[in-house]
């Protein structure tokens, strides 16, 4: 990617980096106050979580994913959740022989996490194939890079098969309050923890969440996982002895933040906005955008090989995603991050416009 970088960097009106999912908009000032006050860290955090943060986990559930009955049992922060993608393998026991399924288009981490504890990694978007070998299953919707959202159809044979091979299945959930297109407009996109998917019964089924995207918290690295007490209470065990515990002046951010939803649609009316200048331009240059309905990104393909795209986007000073980062399934596509801001995604759609005289 590098010299594509550098290409796209030596373009007049400057590069517009829409590569990477890291958000430019400021931290709510309901949170950066949380933090402030919350200074006189003296004694070490608890790794459960404060008694508030974990209230403010279970409430944040039930109001915003309808996801009601867990107890403080079934809920653990974490530091991010990309330390929690890497690490659940090995946190929960899994090595060689062990099969991790994953999305086709997929979050690279996934797989390192599977490679990090000698386990295989096994990309299948269909329950039906998933191997007798299979230990853990990664699910994520609104997925990353391809924006789609699983149905509750969908994750209830998900679960049902999970169960089938004795499996912990997980959803990797932290763009969920970004829905785009019809019905996620109006309508919660749908939980693992759902209870239309898990009939009250948990076992084994995890989600996991962070407020990286839907309150730029990147930097603060507040998430938390929800679900099944067995398998978090080994998490549990591990992350005391491991250290992995989150910082106090984060997890009273972190209750802040999961308290306050005026925030949360102010960023999503952001990204919404942006969205709507970015896509119609991509359309407008040749590309066709796939899934998307939910997320930060693009999901998008000109018909030609990816990196000739992403060539020739260097060329008008703009910088995206090749799909092979994202597994060896979609060779011909790009993906385009909604994270610049209203000024560099402009520029960006003036320049597609131009570069076909639309």
Known sequence: MLPFAQQARAHTDGIVDLSIGSPVDATPPVVQAALAHATDAHAYPQTTGTPALQRAIIDWYARRRGVTGLAEKNVLPTIGSKELVALLPFMIG????DTIVHPLAAYPTYAIGAAMAGAEAFPS?????WPQSTKLIWLNSPGNPDGR??????????VARAR???AVIVNDECYAELGWDAPWVSEPIPSILDPRVTDGDTRNIVAIYSLSKQSNMAGYRGAFAAGCADVLGRLLTVRKHAGLMLP????????AALGDDAHVAVQRERYRARREVLLPALVAAGFTIDRSEAGLYLW???GVDAWESIRHLAGLGILAGPGPFYGDFYPEHVRFSLTADD???AAA?????????A
């Open 349 to 357: 759609a003036a320049r597609l416009r131009a570069s076909v005289g």
């Open 125 to 129: 978007d269909d329950p039906a194939d």
């Open 248 to 255: 106090a002046p984060l997890q009273a951010a972190m209750v």
């Open 164 to 166: 089938e091979l004795g």
């Open 149 to 158: 959202v699983l149905s509750v159809e969908f994750l209830r044979t998900a």
């Open 94 to 97: 899994l090595g060689e022989g």
């Open 343 to 345: 000024e560099r995604i």
């Open 300 to 302: 998008a393909t000109a």
